[in-house]
């Protein structure tokens, strides 16, 4: 449903006709697959997921010292992701400037060097260090600790989708 | 001359078609998730808020993130596009070349 709408707005068939007329042979509009990130993405949702249980229920701040290392572990492997997943090129052609004009007239944002999966991996670690400041404070009450949680989970799933379908 | 036509086009359909199934799949599965997962997440923040445990800083902190993850879920989405359309891409025109006995 929602891929149809965007295949819409963004009207794939004029996205193929540019490419058509700008590239000569073959493409690169996406950049390269990286097994290490992917790795090390895994890596540390498993330690995210693994911490969660740990404190599911509720933290009180007098307990927060314990968990300070795993916060700073957390905080310091999502912001290392978020450099990696920044550090590839930009694939920069003509046919990817030509789709970024089209974009532009259809009132759609360009396809930058800020990947999603970098913007993602940047979100969990404010989210990290968020929880780690309310922690210190006042401890993290039950569905506070779920909000956190759900936000890590769909900010997760967007960047392990995005780093995973570049495996072409 | 006809039936070598009719050949391509069958072949370029099957290419094209190939590609599209499997990532359509892909983009309908991750679309699915997120959206039931950021309807939740309203619901959490919302309950949380009435019960007390997400406070006024907290509860401007979550309505920043769902901004922030809704206008990522749809940077993904354009993401993979390209992606697609890469395969798609470069799948045709490796075709094409063959057809016409150049090898990239």
Known sequence: MHFKLLCQKILPLQILLVLLAFSSCEATLAP????????????????AMRFFAEVDGGTTNESFAMREPIYNTLIGAFESLKLQA???????????????????SKGSGAISGEYPSAFAFEQIALTFKKMKETDREQ?????????????????????????????R | ?????????????????????????????????????????TFLIQKGVESGDIDED????????????????????????????????????SFLYKAVGIVI
């Open chain 2, 1 to 41: 001359m006809a039936d070598d036509v009719t050949t391509i086009i069958t072949d370029i359909k099957n290419i094209a078609s190939d590609i599209l199934e499997k990532d359509v799949s892909v983009v309908r599965g991750f679309s699915e998730r997120q959206v039931e997962a950021i309807a939740k997440q």
């Open chain 1, 32 to 47: 390269a697959y990286d097994q290490a990130i992917v790795g090390k993405v895994t890596e540390s949702s498993d330690l």
């Open chain 1, 86 to 104: 920044k550090a590839r090129p930009v694939p920069n052609n003509t046919a990817l400037e030509k789709i970024n004009e089209l974009l532009k």
């Open chain 2, 58 to 93: 907290l509860r401007e902190f979550f309505l920043d993130g769902l901004e922030a993850m809704a206008l990522n879920f749809v940077n993904t989405l354009k993401g993979i596009l390209m992606v697609t359309l890469e395969k798609l891409w470069n799948a045709l025109v």
């Open chain 1, 139 to 167: 401890g993290i009450k039950p569905l506070a600790l779920q909000a956190f949680k759900g936000q890590i989970e769909i900010f997760l799933d967007q960047a392990i989708t995005y780093e995973s379908f570049l495996k």
